[in-house]
């Protein structure tokens, strides 16, 4: 049995300073919340942010869900002190901004040395340079704390001069090679955000092609968008089905020794039956998740 990946499949920004919004969030059923510092804040609210920040962590109550607080850079004013106060912090990871070089990530990691062994390094992926170094960067997770990428389409469609539109056909290729080197060093990787938060319509289409793209997730900025974009990753009963279907098939004493059989009419080789079993446990874990927050 393949071990399952944690469900991440809604992960909502708040900027720091809205205590509204930290407050709400306790009661969300997104998978992580990620509390930030960085292009939410003014730069005249920086140090009240982190303070807020870190009293949210310190205070708790979000459950089962993932607390991530997104840094300012390490070349900003604000980034070196972000990342020393969160390494002392009781938050699951830090996620740190506009990363486009392998250095980066290694300043980052010496910058958190002293943090406890479970705090991971997230960073977003959201510039040129960042993409034209891709493998490069991933490369680094076995060797550093980082464990996960954000897409940030913002940011890169201004970097690129790119005019995205609803279908984000300008990004596209970018989406699928950058999901290609997550998987390939063993990364988690998460959708950006959809900025039309008033037109649910356009984000479940969104949310629907990261899934088809394979991202784990989605990266939100409304509450309004955690519940479509939970069902747009959860996996589907039909492929649960199929999935069922499939290791019941495998499980068969005829099929023990074979590499492709026929299910339902269609080809299942065992690549399909490890897609499967990955499939059926992560429907488990989204299941204990969700029992668990109530
Ligand atoms: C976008 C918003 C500024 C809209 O805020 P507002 O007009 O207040 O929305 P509503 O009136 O509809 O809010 C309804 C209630 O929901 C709460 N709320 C709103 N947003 C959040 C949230 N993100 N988390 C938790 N709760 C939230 C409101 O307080 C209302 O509560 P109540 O009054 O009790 O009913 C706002 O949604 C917002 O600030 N969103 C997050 C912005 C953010 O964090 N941006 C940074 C991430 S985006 C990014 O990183 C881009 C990336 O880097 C890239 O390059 O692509
Ligand atoms: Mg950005």
């Known amino acids: ?5 944690r469900p991440r499949r809604s992960a909502l920004f708040m900027p ?11 009661t969300l059923p997104a998978d992580a919340i990620i509390i930030d510092l960085e292009d939410s804040v003014a730069p005249e609210r920086k140090a009240e942010a982190r303070a807020a920040a870190l009293a949210a962590v310190a205070e708790g109550g979000f459950g089962g869900r ?19 106060a969160i390494a002392r912090s009781r938050a699951d990871a830090v996620l740190l901004p506009k990363v486009s070089r392998p250095e ?18 997230w960073t977003m992926i959201e510039s040129c340079g960042a993409m034209l170094r891709l493998d490069q960067i991933a490369a680094l997770a ?3 704390r980082l464990s996960l990428w954000v897409i940030g389409t913002n940011d890169l469609a201004k970097d690129m001069r790119a005019q995205p539109g609803a279908d984000r056909l300008p990004l596209q290729p970018l989406l699928a090679v950058a999901v290609c080197a997550a998987r390939a060093h063993g990364l988690a990787i998460l959708d950006s955000v959809c900025n039309e938060f008033r037109d649910l319509d ?9 899934r088809r793209f394979g991202f784990d997730g989605k990266t939100l900025i409304h509450p309004a968008q955690v519940e479509p974009c939970n069902a747009a990753y959860s ?30 009419g269609k080809m299942a080789e065992l690549l399909h039956l490890e897609d499967a079993e990955r499939l059926v446990a992560m429907a488990k874990r989204i299941a204990q998740l ?3 927050a109530g």
Not at 67 to 84: E, F, K, S
């Open 104 to 121: 980066d990530v290694r300043a980052a990691d010496i910058a958190l040395s002293a943090a406890p062994a479970a705090l991971q390094l």
């Open 142 to 144: 076995p060797t550093t």
């Open 66 to 84: 993932e607390v991530v607080i997104r840094a300012n850079g390490l070349d900003t004013p604000w980034g070196a002190d972000d990342l020393a």
């Open 235 to 264: 996996p589907a009963p039909a492929d649960l089905a199929w999935a069922e279907a499939v290791i019941a098939a495998f499980g068969l004493p005829e099929n023990k020794a074979k590499g492709a059989i026929q299910v339902e």
């Open 290 to 292: 969700e029992a668990a």
């Open 202 to 210: 356009l984000f479940r289409a969104e949310a629907q092609q990261g």
């Open 16 to 26: 720091a300073i809205n205590a509204k919004a930290l407050a709400k969030a306790r």
């Open 1 to 5: 049995m393949i071990a399952p990946d």
